[in-house]
């Protein structure tokens, strides 16, 4: 690629947009996730007996069984999510941006 095309799509402002949303968007999910997974991890270092109880008298399952499950759905959950925003708003702004750095 040459550089005064480069230069042109870095100058873009459909670009500037993209990735400060696409950038914006992937932190905020990212800090959901550690914030999920290390309240996880946190609770099992400082109240493991919280996650330890059962679910009902006599059940062989914890509360930390679907808390766990939950944990692992929701890292799941978030990349859909990414997904389906990329999909839907950054690749429009992707096509965009190519079509007109060559000029179409």
Do not use: C
């Amino acid at each position: 690629m040459k550089q005064e095309m480069v230069d042109r799509i870095k100058n873009d402002p459909d670009f500037i947009h993209l990735v400060k949303t696409r950038s914006k968007f992937a932190w905020i999910l990212t800090i959901v996730m550690l914030v999920i997974y290390f309240g996880f991890v946190l609770t099992i270092a400082f109240d493991p007996s919280l996650l330890g109880t059962p679910l009902s008298e006599g059940s062989v399952t914890t509360v930390g069984i679907p808390i766990g499950v939950g944990v692992i759905v929701s890292a799941f959950a978030l990349t859909g999510m990414y997904v389906r925003r990329a999909n839907r708003e950054f690749d429009e702004l992707t096509a965009k941006i190519k079509a007109k750095a060559k000029g179409e």
